[in-house]
């Protein structure tokens, strides 16, 4: 424990508290943009938590070589916890909308982007979503690997990481992919706009 | 029918996520952090982005451990950041001398570089000891050689010394007579002495065509070369008026034609009575 009286604690103490305050806002949106499906969920006892590991991750910094990494690895960790962690909440409180307040210092969780989906929209949805499975397999292996990640959300950037290629080679064929792709869904009468 | 790209990538996404069966068996949050920060040899890359491909779930934490990268730099910076005053500077200087020695990868280092020096003198040492072993040896031989020496000097002055010089008997000497007529013979008719490779000594005796008269003579030994190679005076005659010299066999070395000249010595001229030629040989 640190002297309150001591300078060099005291500035510690305030630059552990401004850095944890600055993960807590981290994690808030991560967790609001990567959990927002299905029903509001309070989640500040797992934010709680996720200071809590990071507060020793920083107590303990003396011992560390590599803080950045250090940091990083705990922090990444820990959200990634409070994010599945609110997934499997989402789905313990799956239809028990409302029961949690919005006011107060929790996380909530988006509700799904179309709730009022029909079951023939959804059927028509899985559909297409078979067709695009399809289309992919019919891909060279390389351009397979790069549009799914493209549809699962990857910059080309992300995708070049994931891969290990460049982000120019990423981008191409990423590019390239997506539109013998939808050349193929559209020749099977699905048609999307490439933005 | 039509759909925009987002509207395809979330029905894409939601029929990819854990709660549809997109995957049951996710990377740990570790693995993920470890992608995100490219900590993972490619083999594991390509296992765990084979499984996003597949998990739209891991895909969203991938992307929220990459979020955090840059945060958690600036947050390490912001930590470390010194805002200390002089005195818990200069405090805080020697523990961090102590924790700079203290951290692994220098320990390590630092027992990498001991274990080399101490190898390396080590290497020197038995170098040296090697060299001292080959020095010891050589010592050892020197002073037993002196001791030896020592011995052979000790021996040398009691025994009585025996060298060439020393007058010692000699035997099987030629003795060579020579008259007033082989002075007067051709070369090709000289007598012929053949000298034993033994031999050290040979004894010639001149004979005078008549008898000569008191005085003193001297005598020339002339070589095959013609040079004159020993002289002397003080040469008197014998009871039986003949002259006698010993000539070490050296002397006539090498074999052929030698004169030796019989002179009358006066007080102030050599007059030459004889001149006798010798044909020497060498067994």
Redesign the interface.
């Known amino acids: 424990m640190k002297d309150q009286d001591d ?2 604690a005291t ?2 103490d305030a ?2 508290a ?2 944890l305050d ?2 807590s806002d ?1 994690l808030r949106r ?1 967790v609001s943009r ?1 959990c927002p499906r299905d029903s509001r969920i309070q989640c500040a006892d797992i934010e709680q938590e996720a200071r809590v590991r990071l507060w020793r991750a ?1 107590r303990d ?2 011992e560390i ?1 590599d ?3 250090y ?3 705990i ?3 820990a ?3 409070a ?2 962690r609110v ?1 499997a909440r989402r ?1 313990e409180h799956l239809g028990e909308e409302g029961e949690c307040e919005e006011n107060g210092p929790g996380l909530w969780v988006r509700p799904p ?1 179309d709730p009022g989906q029909s079951p023939e929209r959804q059927a ?3 559909e ?2 078979r067709k ?1 499975d399809e289309a992919l397999a019919l891909l060279p292996e390389e351009s397979r ?1 790069a549009v ?7 910059t080309c950037h ?1 995708a070049a ?4 290629w460049t982000e120019p080679k990423a981008r191409n064929i990423i590019y390239r992919a997506r539109d013998a792709m939808r050349r193929t869904l559209s020749a099977w ?7 | ?16 996520a ?2 549809s069966g997109g995957s049951a068996a996710c990377p740990d ?2 693995l ?7 900590d993972l040899t ?1 083999a594991d ?2 296992r765990v ?2 499984h ?2 597949g998990c ?2 891991c ?11 840059s ?3 600036e ?7 010194p ?3 002089t005195t ?1 500077r200069a405090r ?1 200087a020697s523990v961090g001398v102590l ?1 700079f020695f203290a ?3 220098l320990l390590q280092t630092a027992a990498a570089l001991l274990l080399l020096a101490s190898s390396a003198l080590i290497v020197e040492l038995l170098i040296l000891r090697g060299d001292l072993r080959r020095s010891q040896a050589t010592l050892d031989d020197a002073i037993s050689l002196s001791q030896r020496y020592e011995k052979q000097i000790a021996e040398l002055r009691r025994a009585p010394l025996q060298t060439p010089d020393a007058p010692m008997p000699q035997v099987n000497v030629p003795i060579i007579d020579l008259d007033p007529r082989d002075s007067v013979r051709g070369e090709t008719t000289a007598p012929v002495v053949v000298l034993a490779a033994s031999a050290t000594l040979a004894t010639f005796i001149l004979t005078p065509g008549e008898p000569p008269v008191p005085g003193e003579y001297g005598l020339e030994i002339v070589d095959p070369a013609g040079k004159i190679s020993w002289r002397t005076q003080g040469l008197a005659p014998g009871p039986d008026d003949t002259f006698t010299i010993a000539v070490p066999s050296q002397m006539l070395t090498p074999p052929g034609i030698y004169h030796f000249r019989l002179s009358r010595v006066s007080k102030t001229r050599m007059t030459l009575l004889h001149a006798y030629a010798i044909q020497v040989r060498r067994e």
């Open positions: 300078p060099e500035g510690a630059r552990f401004a850095a600055a993960y981290l991560a990567y920083f910094e003396r070589t803080l950045a990494s940091i990083y690895r922090a990444a960790t959200t990634i916890d994010v599945r997934k789905e982007k028509e949805m899985g297409v979503v695009v690997r799914g990640l493209y549809l699962q959300g990857m992300e990481e994931l891969l290990g009468g699905i048609d999307y706009e490439v933005e | 029918m039509k759909l925009s790209s987002d509207q395809l990538k979330d029905e894409y996404q939601r029929h990819r854990r709660r949050t570790d993920l952090a470890r992608l995100a920060s490219h490619a890359r390509d982005t084979d996003i491909l739209s779930d895909a969203d934490e991938y992307r929220v451990a990459r979020s955090l990268s945060w958690a730099e947050t390490a910076v912001s930590i470390a950041r805002t200390r005053s818990a805080s924790r951290r692994p990868l």
